[in-house]
């Protein structure tokens, strides 16, 4: 077992709650962080939550986003006769073109990094480590190592908050995933309540805030508010990420631009800079949490609806290249 938040042992020039060093074992540094949490017991328990034999795609299209992105290039798709390519054969292959960030994905923990150029377990990546890396040698905590052996893949339980619904079936607020709502765990905490749902540790902790089905329908006034990336998402602070490492939650993911509304606020309330996504800084380079956006909840959300059940098997193949920083999840759902 591990310390709770206040208890974890103090890691020098890093705040207290840095979990570096709390997975290690003989002596090499871990690269899994809370995926450690993922215990072979927890797995199978997990694995008894199927039971209507349905199995629900998360994996919002590669090209969901239909409109110029800032900084971030559309996939570009390129089929391919293999006749004109002079294979001999007819038929086709296809090229893909994509960056990792710009539909459903996971954010490994060298996504971000701290100032000092530093994430989980102090690995310090750079480009060049990124691009030079082959999986044998590669010692950065990148999503191809989810491929190992000792790791396949990550399957665990589930549980998705359904922040949208909530508050569309229980208040009179017309809430929209672009005005920048904040979400408590005093908010996760009365949802899983009102859904029937226990948040267990080594959960994969799943909101939905509505963001990519706005995405899918921009309207102009909608697209205005987009650019000024005020957005909800899970409040980013300290406190909230004390919450989900007390939990003992494996990973986190949501249907939102960054999981944590934007922009940033500190733990003194002042909005931040973007360099200083809070939650970014707890999951990816303190605690060792992987993070998921984009992902598309609306089908998984309306069939926990209509089952009254909001948890279930997860399963996620990241994309295996190495040093990925972040992949499409390949996430599905299973009940
Ligand atoms: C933002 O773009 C703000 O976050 P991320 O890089 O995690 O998608």
Same mark, same amino acid.
């Given at each position: 077992s591990v310390p709770d938040f206040d208890n974890l042992p103090a890691v020098e020039?890093?705040?207290?709650?840095?979990?570096?060093?709390?997975?290690?074992?003989?002596?090499?540094?871990?690269?899994?962080?809370?995926?450690?949490?993922?215990?072979?017991?927890? +797995?199978?328990?997990?694995? @008894?939550?199927?039971? /209507?034999?349905?199995?629900?795609?998360?994996?919002?299209? !590669?090209? &969901?986003?239909?409109?110029?992105?800032?900084?971030?290039?559309a996939p570009v798709h390129k089929p391919i006769s293999l006749r004109e390519a002079g294979m001999g054969i007819d038929g086709f292959d296809d090229e893909l073109e994509i960056n990792t960030q710009f539909s459903s994905q996971w954010d490994s923990l060298c996504h971000c990094t701290l100032p000092s150029g530093?994430?989980?377990?102090?690995?310090k990546p750079s480009v060049e480590l990124l691009q030079t890396t082959t999986t044998e040698g590669n010692d950065l905590p990148t999503l191809d190592h989810w491929?190992?052996?000792?790791?396949?893949?990550?399957?665990?339980?589930? +549980?998705?908050?359904?922040? @949208?619904?909530?508050? /569309?079936?229980?208040?009179?607020k017309t809430y929209d995933a !672009?005005? &920048?709502?904040?979400?408590?765990?005093?908010?996760i905490e009365a949802v899983a309540k009102h859904q029937g749902v226990e948040i267990k540790p080594?959960?994969?902790?799943?909101?939905?805030?509505?963001?990519?089905?706005?995405?899918?329908?921009?309207t102009p006034e909608g697209f205005a508010k987009m650019t000024t990336m005020s957005l909800s998402g899970?409040?980013?602070?300290?406190?909230?990420?004390?919450?989900?490492?007390?939990?003992?939650?494996?990973?986190?993911?949501?249907?939102?631009?960054?999981?944590?509304a934007?922009?940033?606020?500190?733990?003194?309330?002042?909005?931040?800079?973007?360099?200083?996504?809070?939650?970014?800084?707890?999951?990816?380079?303190?605690?060792?949490?992987p993070i998921g956006e984009l992902w598309d909840l609306k089908a998984l959300g309306e069939y926990a609806k209509e089952k009254g059940k909001y948890s279930f098997l997860l399963t996620s193949v990241p994309l295996n290249h190495p040093g990925l920083v972040a992949s499409p999840p390949n996430a599905i759902a299973l009940f």
């Open positions: 020039g890093q705040p207290q709650g840095c979990a570096w060093g709390v997975f290690d074992k003989d002596d090499k540094k871990d690269r899994y962080g809370t995926l450690n949490f993922l215990t072979p017991e927890i +797995v199978a328990a997990a694995a @008894k939550e199927v039971k /209507d034999g349905i199995s629900i795609s998360l994996n919002w299209p !590669l090209n &969901g986003i239909k409109f110029p992105f800032p900084h971030r290039k530093e994430t989980y377990n102090g690995f491929h190992s052996p000792a790791k396949g893949c990550l399957v665990a339980r589930g +549980v998705l908050i359904d922040f @949208k619904r909530y508050i /569309d079936e229980t208040t009179d !672009l005005d &920048g709502h904040r979400i408590t765990v005093e908010e080594g959960d994969v902790l799943i909101v939905r805030t509505g963001y990519t089905e706005f995405l899918e329908n921009p899970v409040h980013g602070t300290t406190e909230t990420a004390k919450w989900f490492w007390n939990k003992r939650i494996a990973a986190v993911a949501s249907d939102a631009h960054a999981f944590e934007l922009p940033p606020v500190r733990d003194n309330g002042e909005v931040a800079e973007l360099s200083d996504l809070v939650l970014h800084k707890w999951f990816l380079n303190y605690f060792g949490t």
